[in-house]
């Protein structure tokens, strides 16, 4: 079961705020003119005995609030759970995905209510699982709409042209990471977007061909051999992009000894 802290976030902001209004509009004014009659002289809401869930509903609503504008059309945290973007992301990185590149949505309801930007070609974006919308998934977008994608022993083509690979090196696999130890890693070129790519030249690679409908995006893995992607279950809708991943603001990997320090602050491409 996957927990919906949105929809929390939500109800939490609506009832603090609903209940500081009936209190303000109906009760306070009761309550003030009790406490004046029975004193005689001027009261605060503190001296007429504020309610404590008044008094909760009153501190903790700016902050409910404060949280939701954040989250919901600003800036959301993710934590990569899986090795399917490595090299890029490892596991264990905290990232920021910024909310309003791909145009604002209403929180829950996910309802795009401003345009903005459209997804770019090499942008690393976070949607909710066309198969299951409750789960975030994290991929690079690699097909636009209405391009012709294929995937054919292990060549990416964009409209009949095979994207470029240049050899790095063997990749060294550390902490979590070590499962991906001695596979191939290679610079993919998806102009203007160059990146690392991990490719296992042993195994078998999913093969795919097709192409993207209007309103849709193509999204592979940068793990190429251990990504479970668009050549699988097929495209991403614009409805279930939730926005882009620019930054690594933290990685904690028990297997590597806690926190790595050097990937603070990374910025995504």
Do not use: C
């Not at 902490?175 to 078998?204: F, N, Q, T, W």
């Not at 061909?209 to 995006?217: A, C």
């Amino acid at each position: 079961m996957n927990f919906d802290f949105a929809a929390l976030l939500v109800f939490l902001t609506f009832l603090s705020g609903v209940i500081w209004l009936i209190d303000s509009l109906v009760f306070a004014r009761k309550r003030l003119g009790a406490a004046r009659k029975k004193e005689g002289q001027a009261v605060t809401d503190t001296d007429a005995g504020l309610p404590l869930i008044v008094e909760y509903a009153r501190s903790f609503f700016p902050i409910f609030l404060f949280v939701l504008v954040l989250r919901s059309f600003i800036v959301e945290p993710f934590r990569i759970p899986s090795a399917s973007m490595m090299p890029t992301l490892l596991i264990g990185d905290f990232i920021l995905v910024n909310k309003y590149d791909y145009g604002i949505r209403l929180p829950v309801l996910n309802l795009k209510i401003i345009p903005n930007k459209a997804p770019q070609r090499g942008d690393i974006v976070v949607f909710r699982y066309p198969l299951d919308p409750k789960i975030p998934f994290i991929k690079r977008v690699v097909g636009l709409p209405g391009d012709h994608v294929a995937y054919y022993d292990k060549t990416l083509y964009i409209n009949g042209t095979p994207i470029q690979l240049t050899e790095v090196e063997t990749y060294k696999g550390t902490g979590a990471g070590k499962i991906m130890d001695g596979v191939s890693r290679k610079m993919e070129d998806l102009a203007p977007v160059r990146h690392s790519i991990l490719m296992d030249m042993s195994v078998y690679s999913r093969e795919f061909e097709g192409i993207v409908p209007e309103g849709h995006y193509f999204v592979l893995g940068d793990n190429r051999d251990n990504s479970k992607d668009s050549r699988y279950w097929g495209y991403v809708p614009d409805a279930n992009l939730v926005g882009r991943a620019f930054l690594i603001w933290m990685n904690w990997d028990l297997e590597n000894k806690g926190i790595a320090w050097d990937r603070i602050g990374t910025v995504l491409n």
